[in-house]
């Protein structure tokens, strides 16, 4: 007879034998396309397995949408970059290589699945904006807040937030063939694309920390 902790182990083997599987056949065919038949053939597992674990095909499209986030990126890799000495600039730069990376050397199914949610969004994409962009939001917007010298809470910056990262999530959408120019920027040189993300980064967030230190004083006076 089993005991708890190995039935428990079993449980996490299939659970993540599924998510896999799904995950692939979610980036392969897209949400529409995929089927619980399929997820449990390819999982080799039986239908009543993802019921038990998901509860139903939104349920495992939601959880591989979680996953999918969290390897672009983590809680965790923000907390531990956060909380380094390192200048707020380094960090951005960081944060970017890491973005990079995610989105184009290690272009797993995560990448394409997120890439298809961006351009084709779905309801479940509402567990991302309830659970995973929250929770890595402030961590952002702190980066950029000593950066531009504006308040986490001032809208400007959350202005500033949308102009840094949404270059790193097109990324995610300009996969191979693409677009025109799509393999031509995969074949870019990694160091010159975080360089150019990032001085792009730098630069409009010292142009709109200047200006709102300027709005600032004006208000002042």
Same mark, same amino acid.
């Given at each position: 007879?089993?005991?708890?902790?190995?039935?428990?182990?079993?449980?996490?083997?299939?659970?993540?034998?599924?998510?896999?599987?799904?995950?692939? =056949?979610?980036?392969?065919?897209?949400?529409?396309?995929?089927?619980?038949?399929?997820?449990?053939?390819?999982?080799?597992?039986?239908?009543? /397995?993802?019921?038990?674990?998901?509860?139903?095909?939104?349920?495992?499209?939601?959880?591989?949408?979680?996953?999918?986030?969290?390897?672009?990126?983590?809680?965790?890799?923000?907390?531990? %970059?956060?909380?380094?000495?390192?200048?707020?600039?380094?960090?951005?730069?960081?944060?970017?290589?890491?973005?990079?990376?995610?989105?184009?050397?290690?272009?797993?199914?995560?990448?394409?699945?997120? /890439?298809?949610?961006?351009?084709?969004?779905?309801?479940?994409?509402?567990? =991302?904006?309830?659970?995973?962009?929250?929770?890595? =939001?402030?961590?952002?917007?702190?980066?950029?807040?000593?950066?531009?010298?504006?308040?986490?809470?001032?809208?400007?910056? =959350?202005?500033?937030?949308?102009?840094?990262?949404?270059?790193?999530?097109?990324? %995610?959408?300009?996969?191979?063939?693409?677009?025109?120019?799509?393999?031509?920027?995969?074949?870019?040189?990694?160091?010159?694309?975080?360089?150019?993300?990032?001085?792009?980064?730098?630069?409009?967030?010292?142009?709109?920390?200047?200006?709102?230190?300027?709005?600032?004083?004006?208000?002042?006076?």
């Amino acid at each position: 007879m089993k005991t708890t902790r190995a039935k428990r182990a079993d449980g996490d083997m299939t659970y993540n034998r599924i998510l896999e599987a799904a995950g692939e =056949l979610f980036a392969s065919a897209g949400f529409a396309e995929t089927t619980n038949k399929m997820i449990a053939a390819r999982a080799e597992v039986d239908l009543a /397995s993802i019921n038990y674990h998901f509860g139903s095909r939104n349920g495992v499209y939601q959880a591989v949408l979680v996953d999918a986030h969290r390897r672009f990126v983590s809680v965790g890799t923000l907390q531990r %970059l956060v909380s380094t000495d390192l200048p707020a600039r380094e960090k951005l730069k960081r944060l970017i290589e890491g973005l990079v990376e995610s989105a184009i050397l290690d272009r797993g199914w995560h990448a394409t699945v997120l /890439s298809r949610e961006l351009l084709s969004p779905t309801s479940n994409l509402q567990v =991302l904006q309830k659970t995973e962009i929250p929770a890595k =939001l402030p961590f952002v917007l702190s980066i950029l807040s000593e950066i531009a010298m504006i308040p986490p809470d001032d809208p400007a910056l =959350l202005r500033c937030l949308i102009s840094v990262m949404a270059p790193c999530a097109m990324l %995610l959408v300009i996969g191979p063939k693409a677009f025109p120019f799509a393999d031509e920027i995969q074949r870019m040189s990694r160091a010159a694309l975080i360089d150019h993300l990032y001085s792009f980064a730098i630069g409009g967030l010292e142009a709109v920390g200047r200006d709102h230190a300027r709005q600032r004083s004006l208000k002042s006076t």
